[in-house]
């Protein structure tokens, strides 16, 4: 009924040693490696600096205009910090991701992630973004212009709590602003209200919503304004298409949740973060939004949300005081492990298991 156990042939402590130098392999290789900077780290500084200089000319330009910076909330003065309800405030927020993505290092990876999407002077992307985070988008057009992309820019005037929530100072004044001082040049090509349907619904408090007809009426940007989530996902495949010029998107940018590029769907919710290759063809873009679009359209999509964890797999500090100097985080470096050494270490944890078969026979 019950098998006799056979002692194996393999000396258990010889085992034991082939572990125990295992284990120490790795720790020794955990050590022993370097930080190289990564093949694109002068323009992940450059883009970096940008962002940072830009930071500083929207505090300047808040200051100028009547605005006061609570520093109880925007630790780093750099006025890309909102207030927690105003007019056109959407949805709830999270503080600490907000002042996160303040960060210039985020302007590094995604010179990182347009490394390694192999882009160069003069491709075309496309950005869908909320005024959730106003940092965010500094950050990828502060890459974009580094590398001299050219940007078609949609932008949803709604934004989650501590967002760019201000009526007067959304991210369109302060990209006014960047542009006038000759910081960047990037155009927004049409703006949304955002929010629910991208039509503002559900806000808070309803009278609010003359507030995103007053700021799109002051902006003279075009607007998209449709009956349906569906509409407006149409809609702004068509200013893309007609905005490329015959050039072919090679990657779209989602900053925030805005349904239009975000997705309505269960599955939306569960989307990584980070850049996202296409595998999988999903056609149901029309309820899905421009991340499922832009994939089944053999285009890459690089989706910039939860944005706590993104930073961490990123090698980016997060809510760091002071925000850090540009060059020195691991985003812009790749960890090199001497090949040949793995290669001796390999050998060397076999070494026992082999001698092991080798003389038990």
Same mark, same amino acid.
């Given at each position: 009924?019950?098998? +006799?156990?056979?002692? &194996?042939?393999?000396?258990?402590?010889?085992?034991?040693?082939?572990?125990?130098?295992?284990?120490?392999?790795?720790?020794?290789?955990?050590?022993?490696?370097?930080?190289?900077?990564?093949?694109?780290?002068?323009?992940?500084?450059?883009?970096?600096?940008?962002?940072?200089?830009? !930071?500083?000319?929207?505090?300047?330009?808040?200051?100028?205009? &009547?605005?006061?910076?609570?520093?109880?909330?925007?630790?780093?003065?750099?006025?890309?910090?909102?207030?927690?309800?105003?007019?056109?405030?959407?949805?709830?927020?999270?503080?600490?991701?907000?002042?996160?993505?303040?960060?210039? @290092?985020?302007?590094?990876?995604?010179?990182?992630?347009?490394?390694?999407?192999?882009?160069?002077?003069?491709?075309?992307?496309?950005? $869908?973004?909320?005024?959730?985070?106003?940092?965010?988008?500094?950050?990828?057009?502060?890459?974009?212009?580094?590398?001299?992309? @050219?940007?078609?820019?949609?932008?949803?005037? $709604?934004?989650?709590?501590? $967002?760019?929530?201000?009526?007067?100072?959304?991210?369109?004044?302060?990209?006014?602003?960047?542009?006038? @001082?000759?910081?960047?040049?990037?155009?927004?090509?049409?703006?949304?209200?955002?929010?629910? =349907?991208?039509?503002?619904?559900?806000?808070?408090?309803?009278?609010?919503?003359?507030?995103?007809?007053?700021?799109?009426?002051?902006?003279?940007?075009?607007?998209?304004?449709?009956?349906?989530?569906?509409?407006?996902?149409?809609?702004?495949?068509?200013?893309?298409?007609?905005?490329?010029?015959?050039?072919?998107?090679?990657?779209?940018?989602?900053?925030?949740?805005?349904?239009?590029?975000?997705? =309505?769907?269960?599955?939306?919710?569960?989307?990584?973060? $980070?850049?996202?290759?296409?595998? +999988?063809?999903?056609?149901?873009?029309? !309820?899905?939004?421009?991340?499922?679009?832009?994939?089944?359209?053999?285009?890459?999509?690089?989706?910039?949300?939860?944005?706590?964890?993104?930073?961490?797999?990123?090698?980016?500090?997060?809510?760091?005081?002071?925000?850090?100097?540009?060059?020195?985080?691991?985003?812009?470096?790749?960890?090199?492990?001497? +090949?040949?050494?793995?290669?001796?270490?390999?050998?060397?944890?076999?070494?026992?298991?082999?001698?092991?078969?080798?003389?038990?026979?």
């Amino acid at each position: 009924m019950f098998t +006799k156990w056979v002692k &194996g042939k393999i000396n258990i402590k010889l085992i034991i040693i082939s572990a125990v130098i295992a284990l120490s392999s790795l720790l020794f290789l955990s050590v022993s490696s370097s930080r190289i900077e990564h093949p694109a780290f002068k323009e992940q500084v450059e883009a970096a600096l940008k962002m940072s200089e830009a !930071e500083e000319i929207i505090y300047q330009a808040k200051i100028d205009q &009547g605005y006061q910076i609570d520093t109880a909330l925007d630790l780093n003065k750099t006025a890309l910090i909102g207030k927690e309800y105003t007019p056109i405030t959407t949805t709830l927020g999270n503080l600490k991701a907000k002042r996160t993505a303040t960060n210039p @290092d985020f302007a590094a990876l995604i010179i990182r992630y347009f490394d390694q999407l192999n882009l160069k002077k003069g491709d075309k992307i496309a950005v $869908g973004a909320s005024g959730s985070f106003p940092g965010l988008i500094l950050a990828v057009i502060s890459a974009a212009e580094t590398i001299d992309l @050219d940007v078609e820019l949609i932008y949803s005037i $709604g934004a989650s709590m501590y $967002g760019a929530n201000i009526p007067d100072f959304t991210f369109i004044e302060m990209l006014k602003q960047l542009q006038k @001082d000759n910081i960047l040049n990037t155009e927004i090509t049409a703006i949304s209200f955002g929010g629910d =349907n991208d039509r503002a619904d559900n806000l808070f408090f309803i009278e609010n919503k003359n507030s995103f007809f007053e700021i799109s009426q002051k902006s003279k940007i075009p607007l998209i304004y449709e009956k349906t989530l569906k509409e407006s996902v149409e809609q702004r495949i068509k200013i893309f298409r007609n905005s490329s010029q015959n050039k072919k998107i090679k990657v779209f940018i989602n900053i925030g949740g805005a349904s239009a590029n975000f997705g =309505n769907t269960a599955s939306s919710v569960k989307f990584e973060n $980070g850049l996202t290759i296409p595998g +999988k063809l999903n056609t149901e873009y029309t !309820e899905n939004g421009l991340l499922s679009y832009f994939l089944s359209k053999n285009i890459p999509v690089i989706h910039l949300l939860n944005i706590e964890n993104l930073a961490r797999k990123s090698g980016i500090k997060v809510d760091p005081v002071p925000l850090p100097e540009p060059g020195k985080a691991d985003v812009y470096y790749i960890v090199d492990h001497n +090949k040949i050494l793995i290669l001796l270490l390999l050998i060397l944890m076999a070494f026992p298991l082999f001698y092991a078969k080798v003389f038990s026979e």
